[in-house]
């Protein structure tokens, strides 16, 4: 197994691009699989889930060449669907939550699917009822196979219709708009979700032919169109490592410009790390953050603590909270971190309390942390990483901790970053990759 030791307590310096966006890609590459023609898409990161994602698209006949790094073209000329029915695609769908997000154009333009049953994630769950309400009111009917543990989909006579979502789930909206632009008819999603990376799919759908008006807001009109064609598509860069980046120069006292942010894409990232005390500056599309020796944390207007809380966009994304948290710590004053929109995603904090932060966990979904205003260091410890987003925040804690750190389960990190430790290697970061035995801490 894999982990990562740092040597932490180092100011970094130097620039850094962030990789295209992951969250985007499940979606876009999902997209290539609604027309027979190519589609071409460029800025696509080199991370495991969408290589994984790739993969499962050449296992389905789609032709796939890659161009250089980042640019790839995709053909979806000759589709296997027999493969739906395959052990081996019950495996790998279940072993990618991402998978779920080729169902919607495959029912779209092929009519029929058969997706695994979905496993008992806390999270995935509830987001796949979803998808499949969303489906069933375009007219797609499920049958559920208990012996194989497949549902089989009929979706022959998908219909343009009204659906109002319960929750503004962003992979949920992306797989109703993409089963509903070849539907007959016009479909209205009210409550749809409106980030960046769904306005993008949306741009390129329309690019292939698609209908879509609305892009942008949560109200979205989609009219059925008869077939889709090729197109180009460059994906945004990744907002979350934005907001890593923007953590990890205030966490390690660092000089860093990154680059080529989209900065009007970035909604209200900047400004939440503004209440943190964190100060940057816009050069072309490009943040400068200077040194820093200490920020301070904002009050409210009548000078209680600052609460930061997820929402959906244009809130504050819930992948960025952990990253706030751990940048807290070190701030001068105190905030509380209130996480809605899912449960179990602030357990990490055990691992910075033995670092040696001074935080309480409310509950489940409610962290105070006190600001130590760089007066006492983060200590290195052993630790693992429990999943993508707390992975990098543990990470930005070792890289400003008082000795060493290691970390292991990295390929929860590898998930979602792509050559992070090459990266910070090249803004000096004292980062190496080892071999070493998972130890549970």
């Not at 806390?122 to 549902?151: M, N, P, Q």
């Not at 090729?230 to 923007?246: N, T």
């Not at 009007?264 to 943190?276: A, N, R, Y």
Request: charged letters at 20%; one cysteine or more; glycine letters at 10%.
């Amino acid at each position: 197994m894999n982990a990562f030791e740092i040597h932490g307590g180092k100011s970094l310096k130097g620039e850094i691009i962030p990789q295209g966006a992951k969250n985007e890609a499940l979606q876009i590459l999902s997209a290539v699989l609604l027309t027979e023609e190519t589609v071409t898409i460029s800025n696509i990161p080199d991370i495991k889930d969408v290589n994984k994602l790739i993969e499962l698209l050449v296992d389905l006949g789609v032709t796939v060449d890659r161009l250089d790094k980042d640019t790839y073209t995709f053909r979806a000329e000759h589709i296997n669907l027999d493969y739906f029915k395959s052990t081996e695609f019950k495996a790998k769908g279940s072993g990618l939550r991402g998978s779920i997000m080729i169902v919607g154009p495959l029912l779209a333009r092929f009519g029929r699917a058969a997706i695994p049953k979905p496993g008992g994630d806390k999270i995935g769950r509830r987001r796949l009822d979803t998808h499949f309400l969303g489906f069933e009111k375009l007219g797609a009917r499920f049958h559920y196979d208990a012996d194989t543990h497949f549902f089989n989909v009929d979706a022959t006579n998908l219909t343009g219709t009204y659906i109002l979502m319960e929750e503004a789930s962003v992979t949920g909206t992306a797989n109703i708009v993409m089963a509903a632009v070849l539907a007959k008819g016009t479909t209205t999603i009210y409550n749809a979700a409106c980030e960046p990376y769904l306005q993008q799919l949306c741009k390129l759908l329309n690019r292939m032919g698609a209908k879509i008006s609305g892009i942008g807001s949560n109200l979205l009109t989609i009219e059925g169109v008869e077939r889709l064609g090729g197109a180009e598509h460059r994906m945004l860069p990744d907002m979350i490592e934005v907001g890593s980046f923007i953590g990890l120069a205030a966490m390690t006292g660092s000089e860093l410009i990154i680059k080529d942010v989209h900065f009007q894409e970035l909604g209200i990232i900047p400004m939440v790390f503004s209440k943190l005390g964190i100060h940057f500056e816009l050069r072309g599309d490009d943040i400068y953050i200077p040194a820093q020796s200490s920020y301070e944390i904002d009050t409210f207007i009548d000078g209680s603590i600052l609460t930061i809380s997820d929402a959906p966009w244009p809130g504050f994304t819930p992948d960025l909270l952990s990253i706030v948290l751990v940048v807290a710590t070190q701030a001068k004053g105190n905030v509380l971190i209130h996480q809605k929109m899912f449960e179990s995603r602030l357990f990490f904090v055990d691992k910075l309390i033995d670092m040696g932060a001074q935080i309480i966990l409310c509950d489940p979904h409610r962290a105070t942390v006190i600001g130590l205003n760089n007066a006492f260091k983060l200590r290195g410890i052993e630790m693992t990483s429990p999943d993508i987003r707390a992975g990098v925040s543990l990470l930005i804690a070792a890289l400003s901790a008082q000795g060493k750190s290691i970390i292991h389960n990295i390929e929860q990190i590898e998930r979602g970053y792509q050559d992070i430790e090459r990266r910070l290697q090249a803004l000096g970061a004292d980062i190496k990759r080892i071999q070493a035995d998972p130890k549970l801490h």
